[in-house]
């Protein structure tokens, strides 16, 4: 339950700057370029810090690595209502993202410990429905608390909700089951594996098999589309599709609330297609594959139909659809690596995916900014996303191939292809 509060409050600081982004944008005078400078800024060193920061969590205390993560997230959202430049707001975006960059891989390693191997997309889901829940709720409430109060409370209001976090946190925070006497199930499948942890010299080879390699592509393509679902969806309903009032934040929480309840259905539809043909390939690539495809058709014709209702129709489902790819994904991943190592393997998969998410926003600005209308700016960018995820999402239900055995053997003085 702690897992699924963080995540919702983590992904509502990522895309309360997409809530501000009209009235901020005219305080400032910032250019639709600048903007995505902005969005993309979060991400600078949160793939570093995902890296590097990440694979500690396979052996540091990982409820002492959520209180350090935590005092960064609420010294940002405390200290934005008073930027007054391009430059300060860059770097409270940079400055969180590097907060936020080891909470996934974190958030992993610990899912392991509480769930079996056959219920690993059911709880990563589970922490992706509080990602998706979040916004969905909050939304709204933070939409209105800025028309009413003016941007800087939004950032307050989190500020808030963050340090009651982690007062509890603190004090009823467990880490693990054998905590609360309860085996934990890392500790088993150590025992029943032949797997080692193994340094990163050893372990980075791995990283190139064709099976990582387009699953993190796959990765890549929802993040792109989850950067743009927190910087520039917020303002495209606003500015071109001149939502107001109730529309606007239906418009901008629905998407969240449907990719809330696709993450855990899905999820569940693949553990019980596992537990069933114990065929990952059935039960996991086919799915993220197909919703992937289907996520990319969606996104199309949303921008392309000109009904609001229909569109906006479209554009709820597509997110839902495409970050299904990052429930599935990590379990796809605990099937690839040993429970030693997935910190390292989900670290660098974070990482790496969220390349998306940082050149999305900036692609969107300048084609927003230099094309002839804004509204032909979006459609260009709204359709190269399209493309991008339907060849991704094809590529990827057609080339991953993992292997049968239930983990990548990593031998501790060898080096073998995953």
């Known amino acids: 339950m702690f897992l699924v509060f963080i995540a919702m409050i983590n992904q509502i600081d990522k895309i309360i ?149 982690v007062a509890f946190w603190l004090f009823y925070g467990k880490e693990s089951p054998q905590e609360i006497g309860l085996p934990s199930f890392d500790q088993e499948e150590k025992h029943s594996s032949t797997l080692s942890k193994v340094p990163w010299r050893q372990f980075l080879p791995h990283l190139f098999s064709k099976n990582f390699i387009f699953t993190t592509l796959c990765g890549g393509c929802a993040y792109w589309l989850v950067a743009l679902q927190g910087v520039w969806f917020p303002a495209y309903f606003s500015t071109v599709k001149h939502f107001d009032g109730s529309t606007l934040k239906l418009a901008v929480s629905l998407p969240f609330l449907f990719a809330a309840i696709s993450q855990i259905g899905f999820a569940m539809i693949s553990d019980r297609l596992y537990r069933k043909t114990g065929d990952i390939r059935k039960a996991r690539i086919n799915l993220a594959g197909f919703m992937m495809v289907l996520s990319a058709i969606c996104l199309y014709l949303g921008s392309a139909i000109n009904s609001s209702a229909i569109s906006m129709l479209f554009f709820t489902l597509a997110p839902g659809f495409g970050m299904v790819v990052l429930s599935i994904g990590p379990a796809i991943l605990m099937e690839l690596f040993s429970p030693q190592n997935i910190g390292k393997a989900q670290g660098v998969f974070i990482a790496l995916s969220n390349t998306g998410s940082m050149i999305a926003p900036l692609v969107f600005g300048y084609l927003i900014q230099y094309a002839a209308t804004e509204a032909i700016g979006y459609r260009y960018g709204f359709q190269i996303t399209s493309l991008m995820m339907f060849v991704t999402g094809l590529l990827f239900w057609m080339s991953v191939r993992p292997i049968k055995q239930s983990h990548t053997t990593i031998p501790s003085e060898k080096q073998i292809s995953v």
């Not at 770097?91 to 993202?97: F, K, Y």
């Not at 709880?123 to 969905?136: D, E, I, N, Q, S």
């Not at 933070?142 to 808030?160: E, H």
């Open 17 to 165: 700057i997409g809530l501000v982004s009209v009235p901020l944008m005219e305080e400032l005078s910032l250019s639709p370029s600048q903007w995505g400078l902005v969005g993309s800024s979060f991400y600078l060193f949160f793939t570093l810090t995902s890296i590097f920061l990440g694979g500690m969590a396979d052996s540091k205390n990982a409820k002492k690595m959520f209180i350090w993560m935590s005092l960064i997230w609420l010294t940002v959202q405390f200290t934005t209502p008073f930027v007054s430049s391009l430059s300060l707001l860059v770097l409270t975006r940079i400055v969180l993202g590097a907060g936020e960059g080891p909470a996934a891989p974190t958030v992993t390693a610990m899912l392991g410990k509480w769930f079996p191997k056959e219920r690993h997309g059911i709880g990563y889901a589970a922490v992706l429905f509080g990602t998706m829940m979040g916004p969905a709720i909050a939304a709204p409430l933070l939409i209105s608390l800025i028309n009413q109060y003016g941007w800087r409370s939004a950032f307050v209001a989190m500020g808030i909700v963050g340090l009651i976090w």
